[in-house]
């Protein structure tokens, strides 16, 4: 079954679980707010696709973060900011067997999911 990670009041979130439903996929959420960032799968998704694709740069919450973390973010860096503000974290993340993917493209998503 796929795993969906992230925050339910999203915006993005929102449009993830509208494409799902809409394509018959069945899914496990992972609510950030409810139940934390899971130490173990972030530090999988940041081995394997980066701590600068996990890590979402673009949200207030990045550009809260002290400038020197920011500048001198890394692997580890990221899963102990991700564990501390799991807001920091690309919404979705999407597991499903080897598919890993972060953010939500419907494209992508159709290619990949379908």
Not at 39 to 48: H, T
Not at 67 to 80: F, G, K, N, Q
Not at 101 to 110: C, E, H, I, S, V
Request: some cysteine.
């Amino acid at each position: 079954m796929l795993k969906i990670y992230g925050i339910k009041a999203c915006d993005t979130m929102k449009k993830a679980f509208t494409w799902l439903d809409q394509h018959g996929i069945a899914y496990e959420f992972h609510d950030y707010k409810k139940a934390g960032a899971p130490e173990k799968p972030l530090r999988q998704w940041i081995r394997k696709l980066g701590w600068e694709t996990v890590i979402n740069k673009r949200g207030t919450t990045w550009k809260k973060l002290p400038e020197d973390l920011r500048a001198s973010m890394d692997a580890e860096s990221a899963v102990a900011a991700a564990l501390e503000n799991p807001s920091l974290i690309k919404r979705p993340i999407i597991e499903q067997g080897t598919i890993l993917l972060a953010g939500f493209d419907a494209n992508t998503w159709q290619e990949k999911l379908l």
